[in-house]
């Protein structure tokens, strides 16, 4: 049995995915206040659903009764709820994560974390660095995955290219390569990390096949989507200003994000694709992706439109 923390999420509904298409046991662990939609989902995958909450610990045990592999993608920077913050979920809620996962005879545990010694000081590396630590003296088995920029955050509308405005966010000089990845690779190379000889007890770099800069991107989604962006530049000064006075865990945590990118994070990732066999996503696919999603959209608002101009004329 494999338990999948953070289940629910995009990453971890990927994995629970590719999980079930091996033929593997899978148990979804999720919390009261998730979707219903994707608990049922998660259903239709073929998970078995478990019911608990990092920030209550006497929920773990039964979550991880019966298991052999951990892997946690938990994380509250994007599905915040009521109590969560990044050291009592990230961080605290890691840590009881791994204590019930040792205490239940869990054989290996996978921790999706990135590299915080490449970003300024903020509440979420903190929290991670911190279960990174707890993790590795556990005396688990473990695989902690360091991330580079996921496709889908740092290539898309909110922090780079917004398509429908004509605009992307170039941080800092724009001119460091860096090896985006797509979050489906990264839930391939969780999945591989189960049994991967080398991610035994081991730290890997998890990196896209291409490397290319933000001012690459900007002329790949330019080709992709056949038209001109509208470049906003954001000056290292100025991220670190907003870094330096952020009035809240979370904005320090957003602006430390944001300069790590400015200062070039990621641009000393080290691939290890011989060792983890995957077709792996390149940004030029991903923009593709995007933009024929784009106009699949516009075309079926299109049809909807002309349908309904139809029906109110036939009624006219």
């Known amino acids: 049995m494999i338990l999948v923390a953070g289940a629910t999420g995009v990453l971890g509904s990927e994995i629970v995915r590719r999980l079930t298409a091996r033929?593997?046991?899978?148990?979804?662990?999720?919390r009261t206040t998730s979707a219903p939609e994707k608990i049922e989902r998660l259903r239709m995958l073929g998970a078995e659903i478990v019911r608990a909450d990092v920030k209550e610990p006497r929920t773990l045990l039964a979550a991880c009764?019966?298991?052999?592999?951990?892997?946690?993608?938990?994380?509250?920077?994007?599905?915040?709820?009521?109590?969560?913050?990044?050291?009592?979920?990230?961080?605290e809620g890691t840590k009881s994560l791994i204590d019930a996962?040792?205490?239940?005879?869990?054989?290996?545990?996978?921790?999706?974390?990135?590299?915080?010694?490449?970003?300024?000081?903020?509440?979420?590396?903190?929290?991670?660095?911190?279960?990174?630590?707890?993790l590795k003296a556990s005396g688990l088995d473990y695989t902690i995955l360091h991330g580079s920029l996921f496709c889908e955050s740092w290539l898309g509308p909110m922090l780079f290219a917004d398509p429908v405005a004509g605009t992307a966010k170039i941080y800092g000089k724009g001119t460091d390569k860096i090896r985006y990845v797509a979050v489906a690779d990264v839930a391939e190379f969780a999945v591989q990390s189960l049994t991967a000889p080398i991610a035994r007890n081991a730290t890997i770099d998890v990196v896209g096949p291409e490397e290319i800069s933000q001012r690459d991107a900007v002329r790949i989604f330019e080709d992709a989507f056949g038209k001109k962006f509208n470049v906003v530049e954001i000056p290292e000064a100025t991220l670190e200003a907003q870094w330096n006075?952020?009035?809240?865990?979370?904005?320090?945590?957003?602006?430390?994000?944001?300069?790590?990118?400015?200062?070039?994070?990621?641009?000393?990732?080290?691939?290890?694709?011989?060792?983890?066999?995957?077709?792996?996503?390149?940004?030029?696919?991903?923009?593709?992706?995007?933009?024929?999603?784009?106009?699949?959209?516009?075309?079926?608002?299109?049809?909807?439109?002309?349908?309904?101009?139809?029906?109110?004329?036939?009624?006219?």
């Open 245 to 316: 006075s952020a009035p809240n865990p979370w904005d320090k945590t957003f602006a430390g994000l944001m300069l790590a990118v400015a200062r070039g994070f990621g641009s000393e990732m080290k691939p290890s694709f011989e060792a983890f066999p995957m077709q792996r996503t390149s940004p030029r696919e991903y923009a593709r992706n995007v933009a024929m999603a784009s106009r699949q959209a516009l075309g079926g608002e299109q049809r909807a439109r002309s349908a309904t101009e139809s029906a109110e004329q036939a009624h006219s």
């Open 65 to 91: 009764a019966g298991v052999n592999d951990v892997i946690s993608t938990i994380t509250t920077i994007i599905t915040s709820q009521p109590g969560d913050s990044f050291e009592a979920t990230d961080g």
């Open 23 to 30: 033929g593997e046991q899978v148990r979804a662990m999720v």
């Open 101 to 134: 996962a040792e205490a239940s005879g869990v054989s290996k545990f996978v921790f999706v974390s990135f590299d915080t010694s490449k970003t300024p000081d903020n509440p979420l590396s903190r929290a991670k660095k911190a279960a990174e630590d707890h």
